[in-house]
DNA sequence: TTCGAACCGTACCGTACGGTACGGCAAGAC
DNA sequence: GTCTTGCCGTACCGTACGGTACGGTTCGAA
């Protein structure tokens, strides 16, 4: 019996996963032009297997952005020592990890699959995505901003407020303007300005909700 | 001869304009599926003057998108008197803009096929809406804001970053959640809330970069 | 009235691609 | 050995759609 690993209540064998790497890196390489012919050609498989371990090519795309999707992993942050020190660098890492996710080739890539299902009244891709990425986080970054309220370090009514607020000046126009090619954002360029970017955001998220900001 | 309206240095005659107006519509209902059969049904003429007038499909859609982003326009506000008020109500009415034009139907679906448009190394399309949609926005909102910090009212050392801080603050997560079809955020669901959204992303903005902010 | 331009409607072609069928082969069961 | 299972490779089918061709109609000009 081959090695499985559980993704998200689905199992797939190495040789799935192996088809699926392919399909991956023939989205990301070459756009949407996703055929089952060229998927079963680089991963040296029969279409036939395709169509029966995947169903359709929607359920090999589905399998494609999900498996990928779920390898997303953040860093669980310790909530114990929670001085302001500690929560600030928290709080950075999530901005770093954010920004590196989002300005990768595979997002973009997985992003923009995504929203061209979502402009054909198909929103599985979307969910899946929206899931693993901003979603993932918000989970992860909610209970840290509630623990800084409640040890006085952060002021703020809503935690889902600050939460959009700190994706807001985090990613501010760099995921849309990826997103539509802009050829000013090299790959490179973006990311050398993370660090930087990372700072910056941190900074104004704690002028706007930190304990000592002077908004009620 | 018949009437032209001029829009980005490219002309359409009235007939045109139906044609590119029956396109928009089939892009907005139909998502991408927009067929120049399609088109030719549903604008009452041959497939044969759409090749003629538009070259081919991308022609077509190209023209689309670009008539459409032209058509969205920033009031113009007046520089003349910039006391505080004036200045704020300036920056609120820009967000107000930029958010009720993200969240519109026609936008998403522009930014949609822009999207799908980047996915196959084609940049075109998503230039023309960057430049339409966000950059249009930039190019409005910097003579503001380094009016604004000539006046004292305002402090910041990029315009640049002050202009992409706003962005972030006004659209936060709600473009790209739009753009996935996540189906917790409907249309009138957003739209009722863009006059909050507007008035805190204002009131961050300027505790951000108003001049009695504590930031340096 | 005649001519020509523009355009509509429709039929048509070629191709790309999703999906299916089938022959062959390797590996394990027995 | 033989049988079964699972898979590869390839050939094949049907259809949707981009693009072209062409006959017919309207309309303005001379």
């Not at 900074?203 to 000592?212: E, V």
Request: glycine share 6%; net charge neutral.
């Amino acid at each position: 019996m081959p090695v499985t690993i559980k993704v998200n209540e689905e199992t797939f064998t190495p040789r799935q996963q192996a088809v699926l790497t392919a399909a991956l890196d023939l989205l990301v390489e070459n756009g949407d032009g996703l055929t089952m012919t060229a998927v079963a050609r680089r991963a040296s498989c029969s279409k036939e297997t395709l169509y029966k371990w995947f169903g359709d090519r929607d359920g090999l795309l589905t399998a494609t952005v999900q498996w990928q999707a779920a390898k997303v992993r953040m860093p669980v942050v310790d909530r114990s020592h929670l001085n302001a020190k500690a929560l600030r660098l928290s709080i950075e890492q999530f901005a770093r990890d954010l920004l590196t996710v989002i300005v990768g080739e595979v997002s973009v890539t997985l992003n923009r699959t995504a929203v061209t299902h979502a402009a054909q009244e198909k929103d599985s891709l979307g969910t899946i995505v929206l899931e693993n990425g901003p979603l993932a986080i918000r989970r992860r970054l909610k209970p840290i901003l509630e623990a800084g309220r409640d040890a006085r370090l952060l002021r703020f009514d809503s935690s889902e407020d600050a939460y959009r607020t700190f994706f807001g000046l985090v990613v501010r126009d760099v995921q849309i303007r990826l997103l539509l090619g802009d050829k000013s954002l090299t790959q490179s360029n973006v990311e050398a300005n993370i660090e930087a970017d990372v700072k910056a955001a941190t900074d104004q998220f704690f002028a706007l909700y930190g304990a000592k900001a002077n908004n009620p």
